[in-house]
């Protein structure tokens, strides 16, 4: 990226400075390079010389003016200009930008790929909700988010691995055993209740329906425990394969469904339980086993085996990371959890620390709730069940591009009211359409450019020498830089933002150059100019998993 060919130069003239006795010798370990926020100041620019200027008691424009003097030429610079009190401003090239169009055409679904990772292994865990319910409308945030971060780390440069944890083990299992065990003997007209810390939605009524339709009542003649349980395991089947159908209509596949249970089977929760206590970190005190969190720096200790001898989810989550981290040997692993997660977070971190693995390594994501609402009116309960809203319910009336746009719209950890109005609306308010109408408006001027026999082929990028169309092609630019920062700080909702911005900066090239004109040369270089635009908003949306349509 020209932002590193930048800082490169510059760590050139400081050591061609100190060589020549201008700047004292400093270590200079990092060469802070960003866009300015008012773009008369340049397309770049640097505040160097104000963080070296206690380093070399030297005052912050003596320092600039020295980076500059000894600046080494670059074909794609046009200036380096110093400003108080401090700054050094950087203008590229109109020649090497117009230049850039070709290399984005030349990199096509390649161009946005950044080395960033070097193939260090990443594990993404996101959704793993409860396989006691339908998926609901948060469930699809975090997969929007983690779907997409997966996209944007595998752009980066790392090998990314998506994983759903499915929690079917514990009290929580027992109690949808339970409750659809009561609901299919009440399909048989038998007296049942759900236990009251069951599970009372309609989705378990109709689920029991299913069931006594396909297996009639054979479960009913086993023993009860026998029989809850078998029909537990189908009904878990099959809350499991409805979340899998969900999420591909959202667009989300994931390389791994992980069983919670499997790390009983294999001994592992013992095994991990063991590793802490000959590490120290584990005391048996009133009947219970407890995880002494407090010696690293926790307020309180915490329980990994109850005085009834059962483990909790917290003793299966650290080994189920140490499954991720020692087993399976990810480099990274980023967790995706819902706001009632938060005070998970300082613990799990602390059992990395027990096990002797970088905490750090371990990156957890919050994602806050979502708010639907029908303009002014807040949405709370399916007009179907009279339950909490489904995804599958947004999926049938939104659409796959909608729902993840608007989900990945906000920053994790911003609340996010969703308009199911705004998301279905055709026009320029909708961001979504605002942004696919810019691909489909380009494929439209390609296929007639196309039917009077003119073709990119052969277009002289050169001949793009004004305003509108040197702005489109320093916006395309962008986005190699917003995929790395997106990458850096775990943050995708930076895409949507950078694909409404190129699609704003396209629209009004198109509203101020005509594409296709008498002028047949300059018309093939816009042509150029135009599928280039259309390469990056796709390469954009497809890595936020929304479809970039030719026509609309």
Known sequence: MVKDDIAQLIREAIAAAQAAGRLPTVAVLEVPVERPTNPAFGDYATTLPMRLARAVRMAPLQIAQSIVEFLPPAPFLASAEIAPPGFINFRLSPVWLTEQVEAILA????????????????????????????????????????????????????????????????????????????????????????????????????????????????????????????????????????????????????????????????????????????????EEREGAVWFVSSALGEDKDNVLVRSNGVPTYFASDIAYHYDKFVLRGFDQVIDIWGADHMGHVPRMKAAMQALGLDPDRLKILIHQMVTLRRGAEIVRMSKRTGDIITLRELLEEVGRDACRFFFLSRSADTHIEFDLDLAKRQSNENPVYYVQYA???????????????????????????????????????????????????????????????????????????RVVSEDLDLSRARLKLVKAAKTVLANCLRTMGVSAPEQM
């Open 439 to 513: 691909h489909a408006r380009i494929a439209s001027i390609l296929r007639y450019a196309a039917s009077q026999g003119l073709e990119p082929a052969g277009g002289d990028v050169h001949r793009l020498q004004s305003d509108p169309e040197l702005q489109l092609i320093r916006k395309m630019l962008q986005y190699p830089e917003v995929i790395e920062h997106a990458a850096l700080m775990l943050a995708p909702h930076h895409l949507p933002y950078y694909a409404q911005d190129l699609a704003t900066v396209f629209h009004a090239f198109y509203t101020q150059c």
């Open 107 to 282: 990199a096509g679904e390649a161009f946005g790929q950044v080395p960033l990772g070097q193939g260090q292994r990443v594990q993404v865990e996101f959704v793993s909700a409860n396989p006691t319910g339908p998926l609901g409308v948060p469930n699809g945030r975090a997969a929007a988010l983690g779907d997409t971060l997966a996209n944007v780390l595998t752009l980066a440069g790392y090998q990314v691995s998506r994983e759903y944890y499915v929690n079917d083990a514990g009290s929580r299992m027992e109690a949808f055993y339970q409750s659809v065990y009561a609901r299919y003997l009440q399909e048989l007209g038998e007296p049942a209740e759900v236990p009251p810390d069951g599970y009372h939605g309609a989705y378990l009524i109709e689920l029991a329906h299913e069931l006594h339709r396909e297996y009639g009542d054979q479960f009913r003649r086993l023993p009860p425990e026998e029989g809850m349980r078998r029909l537990g395991e189908i009904a878990l089947r099959r809350m499991v394969e409805s979340a899998r159908a969900d999420l591909e209509a959202l667009g989300v596949r994931y390389d791994v469904w992980f069983s919670e249970q499997s790390l009983y089977e294999r001994s592992l929760v013992r095994q991990v339980i063991d590793l802490l206590r000959e590490r120290g970190f584990v």
